[in-house]
Each structure stands twice: as structure tokens, then as C-alpha cells.
């Protein structure tokens, strides 16, 4: 009898475990089959007073052309952060909006990085020359490093989400998810202009 107890017990809490699992995004994904096989934000965009905005943040990395990048050399400017790897739905639809607006600033003024989170050159590149981006984007995948840079403040938990850093390099402003509309950027980087003029 105790032994048929005990044996209840441990399935019983093995199905608890269990049904823990089944809040999880990417698991119930794959239970799906939907194939995104990333979570997607939902676009909300969050900007910090100039009180809130916590440390300055750096980071740096090889790019997809195979040359060093180092957000320090862009102190000075806002900088336009942009999360995103190539089989990313929601990355192929804001790609041209991301390089639309970075072709409408000032390069003096202001600075645009990718930072890609699963892809080696060979898959970035296509991408890259597919859509006309012409700024740089950081390979991250063997290191976490640029990821890691902002975990502490704004940890960029979906793909694509794109950070603004203000000219003191401090997260200024976030969109979680794909960017919809040029506009929504362009105000936010003419805003943080602004407070420096």
C-alpha cells in the first residue's frame, strides 16, 4: 500500500511539472508547429525621462563584413540599436523602414547598429543586401556579448527590438517587437535631438 502511494505521489508530481511547462512561448510554438521559432513582441514602445535612463551602455563586436565595431566611437550621438536575425518575419518587414530612416539623418548626429542574434556571416550578409542595409550589425551568437551589454536595463527579450540610445549612450527609448512605421523612429530620434539643442 505505501509503495502504490509513493508511486502516486511521484506522478503526480511529475504531471505538475509538467503542466508548469506548458506556459512556456517557445514550447507552445513548437506545439503549434507555426515555425516562427522566435518570440514576438508586440510592438509596445516604451521612452525613459532623462531620470530613468540609468548607466551608459557599450558594446562592440565583429560585423557581418568581418570588421570591429565599437559603440564608443559613436559617443556623442544617438545611437539606433536594432535586434534581429535573418529568418525573423517581423525583421524582413522592418528592415526597409530601419534603413529608410537611416538614410534620412544626419550621420553626424546619428548612429544606426544591428546586432544579430543567430546568424554567421554566410546568413546575414543575404540579408543585408537584400534589404539595403548599409549600416553595420554586430554578429552576436558565439558570444552574447552586445546582448549582454543591455540585459541589466532593457533586456531586448523579443526579436526584432530595437533600443535608442540618448547622446550620453543611455537607453532613451525601446520598441518591443516589429517597428511599424518610420514616424514612430524619426520622433523619437528628432525628440532626443531636441533635448540637446
Not at 122 to 149: C, H, M, N, R
Request: charged fraction near 25%; proline fraction near 4%.
Amino acid at each position: 500500500m505505501r509503495g502504490r502511494w509513493s508511486l502516486t505521489a511521484v506522478a503526480l508530481a511529475a504531471a505538475l511539472v509538467l503542466t508548469g511547462c506548458t506556459s512556456d512561448p517557445l514550447a507552445d510554438q513548437f506545439r503549434e508547429g507555426s515555425g516562427k521559432n522566435y518570440i514576438a513582441g508586440d510592438g509596445t514602445i516604451t521612452v525613459y525621462d532623462s531620470a530613468e535612463r540609468g548607466d551608459a551602455i557599450e558594446f562592440s563586436g565583429e560585423t557581418v563584413e568581418g570588421e570591429q565595431y565599437d559603440s564608443a566611437d559613436d559617443a556623442g550621438k544617438v545611437q539606433v540599436v536594432n535586434f534581429w536575425y535573418a529568418g525573423c518575419a517581423p525583421c524582413r518587414v522592418e528592415a526597409p523602414i530601419l534603413q529608410e530612416v537611416h538614410e534620412a539623418v544626419d550621420a553626424d548626429e546619428v548612429s544606426f547598429a544591428g546586432v544579430n542574434v543567430r546568424d554567421q556571416a554566410g546568413t546575414a550578409a543575404p540579408f543585408e543586401k537584400e534589404y539595403g542595409i548599409t549600416y553595420p550589425s554586430v554578429l552576436d551568437v558565439e558570444t552574447g556579448e552586445a546582448q549582454l551589454a543591455f540585459a541589466g536595463r532593457v533586456p531586448p527579450a523579443a526579436v526584432p527590438t530595437t533600443i535608442v540610445l540618448d547622446q550620453d549612450g543611455k537607453v532613451a527609448a525601446r520598441v518591443l517587437g516589429q517597428l511599424k512605421d518610420a514616424s514612430i523612429l524619426q520622433t523619437i530620434i528628432d525628440d532626443l535631438l531636441a533635448e540637446q539643442a
